[in-house]
């Protein structure tokens, strides 16, 4: 199983950036698949998920201003990051879960830096 996680650069304070998320060795569309974020000396933050029906739940923190997708067909998620703010800096992770009691499988992050 892969979860390779593409898409994040440097973006002025203001600006957007579109994550992927591509998966291979699994049945995708059998997951639900979530984006975490970590900074330096905090914990692995929750960001966003969809069910594999399409279904979304966000953090208080990006609600409004992030929208998670996905496209079974392709095994592939997305994060689209509008009216990113310097906090938003961070590494961010892609994972599936199939399990309810945790996250099976982890992308191996992508860094995100916005500037003020």
């Known amino acids: 199983v892969q979860l390779q996680a593409s898409g994040g650069g440097l973006v002025q304070a203001g600006g957007s950036l579109r994550l992927s998320c591509a998966a291979s060795?699994?049945?995708?569309?059998?997951?639900?698949g979530g984006w975490f974020r970590r900074t330096p000396g905090k914990e692995r933050e929750f960001v966003a998920r969809?069910?594999?029906?399409?279904?979304?739940d966000y953090a208080d923190s990006v609600k409004g201003r992030f929208t998670i997708s996905r496209d079974n067909a392709r095994n592939t998620m997305y994060l689209q990051m509008n009216s990113l703010k310097p906090e938003d800096t961070a590494v961010y992770y892609c994972?599936?879960?199939?399990?309810?009691?945790?996250?099976?499988?982890w992308g191996q992050g992508t860094q995100v830096t916005v500037s003020s």
């Open positions: 994972a599936l879960q199939g399990d309810p009691r945790r996250w099976d499988y």
């Open positions: 060795g699994l049945t995708f569309s059998s997951y639900i």
């Open positions: 969809v069910m594999s029906g399409g279904s979304t």
